[in-house]
């Protein structure tokens, strides 16, 4: 008899059921230059050669010439959504996959779907048509692109509140420019062929000034010739034509929690595309960042976000000193590009040369590495981070209340033995005070001890006696021995306190993976891997997780950890599991598909084939880029113990099969 086995993970794997369709973007430089025009001509064309084509939405905002072209073209119906007491017409995108035709227009692919959408962005519509295999025209403006944002608010001075991933643009199979000289688009404002001359008005005073449609124009003409170029590169490569390809260089982008990091991602994104090179964003952890508060953890984990979606490397480092972890990194990955932050020294006592504390830009430029180091100044109302949590007064001030204490106790103590004992024999008490205050509270509690100790010193032991300051040689002997020996000790025992510190959490890694690779060997069955998985991550993120494995029999909840008495999933929780499995992605909560979820959903992969889905219930930005990190490396770990059990139950049924025969 044979023995059961586990469904095979091909035969749980979800599969394309079409080859994904055709992606044209109109770009243009600005509203009004005639992307919707362009892109409704081009549909007629398609039309006449016998394609199907249908507008799925298009915004002609009433300019005639446009709405013209609509009577040819079928158009199919909206679909109402109401938010707040009124009612709001989007994409339908059941409507168009039911319709099925060959080509569909959607416009304005960086527009903002209203909540209760499917997607929160049109775009994301759009990505979920084209893998049905339909294809796509749509139109887009320059200033949405994300890697550009910043660029876009200080040349026009207007917030860009609606951009799109670089990667999308980037997926698109053309990219069609549709240019208007600047002079051209005022006149054609002027005379009320792009808004009402009501709004008309307030554009040419604000948006539609000349240096700005003369800026954008050029970002436009930029980027149209970057994507010509990579084109004209691949189509090189392809055939197999020699040359000298940019491959070896690398950039790294130095990410700090400031508001200004987001920028800095994005000129390091242009950077790498201007050289065809790999390039990563960095952030370097230290042993106080342990204190931080959720709101800067929340700015640095969407810094890090942005850089992975505009397709960086993200890597985070353990170091004690910031700039010698990030030159090291550098000189061992071959760096050729190095893009740090510099903001003004903006208070006189930062302005000293010596006593003045070093930037990180000039604690690098010390160490003089072998790279192209770009400094991009920040600018002052950049630069500020997250607004933290006031830190309570007597938790702020408990280190300094214990130090002074110690001090205290220790002079009583030193008052007691010297009756019994050389006078000088108490000054080892007061080293091994400072000692001890120096690493368990750091420098500047220390400082006040080593002052308040001296002092004290001073007017017990030394003649004449002084009851404020230091009065005579023997006592300033003293005083400054007391501070040099706080300040050495202090230093080291810091840097012994942050080497023990990062250690320790290396450790509790270490350990950790260990135990949950020893666990998971142990289990004879699938569901005992989930189960392993999702207890694990359980304890590790300390938030609610669920298991699912994907079978013939559809989709099932194998475990969940805390266990509740009942699983409450909703309809867009259910969309997200089918679309992480289908896209082999993560979906759900805190992304931008479907994010109405109630879990966030992580696939379980080996290769192309999807096994099953791990639902986590997060909010937005509570979990760090490290924790999905780690959750995805336990997932992986994972999906190899589930394909090890198929590959090893397999043979046993070929086995007895034979003996039937």
């Known amino acids: 008899m044979a023995e059961p086995i586990d469904p095979s993970p091909e ?291 969407q810094t890090l976000h942005l850089a992975e979606e505009l397709g960086a490397e993200v890597i985070t480092l353990e170091g004690t000193d910031i700039a010698r972890t990030l030159v090291q990194h550098a000189l061992a990955n071959n760096v050729t590009d190095m893009i740090v932050g510099q903001s003004p020294k903006t208070k006189l006592w930062q302005r000293l040369p010596l006593i003045g504390p070093k930037t990180i830009t000039e604690e690098i430029l010390s160490y003089r590495p072998p790279l192209t180091l770009r400094i991009i100044h920040i600018e002052e109302n950049h630069h500020p981070a997250v607004p933290d949590q006031p830190t309570p007064f007597l938790k702020k001030f408990m280190p300094y209340l214990f130090s002074l204490l110690i001090t205290i106790s220790m002079l009583l103590v030193s008052e007691e033995i010297s009756k019994y004992t050389s006078i000088t024999n108490t000054l080892t008490l007061f080293f091994l005070s400072l000692l001890w205050v120096s690493i368990k509270f750091g420098l500047n509690p220390a400082l006040l001890a080593t002052i308040v100790s001296s002092l004290a010193y001073d007017y017990l032991y030394v003649e004449p006696k002084h009851y404020f300051g230091v009065g005579s040689l023997e006592g300033w002997w003293i005083f400054i021995s007391f501070i040099i020996v706080t300040l050495v000790i202090s230093n080291l025992a810091i840097q012994s306190r942050n080497i023990f510190s990062i250690s320790q959490g290396r450790l509790r890694q270490i350990r950790f993976f260990s135990g949950f690779v020893q666990k998971l060997i142990q289990c004879s069955h699938k569901n005992d891997v989930l189960s392993h998985l999702a207890r694990e991550l359980h304890r590790f993120l300390k938030i609610s997780v669920i298991a699912f494995w994907d079978t013939q029999e559809g989709l099932h909840p194998v475990i969940q950890y805390p266990e509740l008495k009942e699983l409450e999933l909703t309809e867009a929780d259910a969309s997200a599991i089918q679309w992480a499995l289908a896209h082999q992605n993560r979906s759900g909560r805190s992304t931008e598909n479907f994010s109405d979820a109630r879990y966030l959903y992580l696939p379980i992969k080996i290769g192309n084939n999807s096994l099953g889905v791990v639902g986590i219930w997060a909010l937005k930005g509570q979990l760090t880029i490290d924790d999905f990190r780690v959750a995805q490396t336990l997932i992986d770990q994972a999906a190899l113990a589930i394909d090890r059990l198929n590959h090893i139950k397999q043979p046993r049924v070929k086995k007895d099969s034979q003996k039937h025969k």
């Open 11 to 301: 035969e749980g794997a979800a599969t394309r059921l079409f080859p994904k369709g055709h992606l044209k973007i109109f770009l243009g430089a600005s509203p009004g230059v005639g992307k919707t025009f362009s892109m409704l001509q081009a549909a007629a064309e398609r039309r006449q050669e016998g394609i199907d084509v249908v507008i799925g939405l298009v915004e002609t905002h009433k300019r005639k010439e446009t709405e013209s072209l609509l009577t040819n073209l079928e158009i199919l119906p909206r679909k109402i959504i109401s938010y707040r007491g009124r009612s709001f017409e989007e994409l339908d995108i059941d409507g168009v996959l039911e319709r099925a035709p060959q080509l569909v227009l959607v416009d304005e692919c960086a527009h903002s779907n209203l909540p209760g959408s499917r997607h929160p962005k049109r775009y994301n519509d759009i990505t979920e048509i084209l893998e049905h295999g339909i294809d796509v025209y749509t139109t887009l403006n320059i200033q949405h692109f994300e890697s550009l944002k910043n660029i876009v608010e200080q040349m026009t001075h207007v917030t860009v509140r609606e951009t799109i991933p670089d990667s999308f643009i980037q997926s698109a199979n053309e990219i069609q420019l549709i240019d208007l000289p600047p002079d051209d688009l005022l006149q054609r404002l002027a005379d009320g062929k792009v808004y009402v001359p009501e709004q008309a008005k307030t554009a040419i005073e604000h948006f539609f000034t000349r240096s700005n449609l003369l800026s954008l124009r050029e970002l436009a003409l930029r980027q149209t010739v970057s994507v010509a170029d990579e084109e004209m590169s691949h189509d090189v490569q392809q055939r197999g034509i020699q040359g000298p390809w940019p491959a070896s260089d690398k950039v790294m982008v130095c990410v700090g929690t400031d508001l200004s990091s987001s920028n800095l991602v994005r000129i390091a994104h242009r950077v790498a595309n201007r050289m065809q090179a790999k390039w990563a964003a960095i952030t370097v952890e230290t042993p106080d960042d342990e204190n931080r508060s959720l709101g800067i953890q929340q700015q640095l984990s």
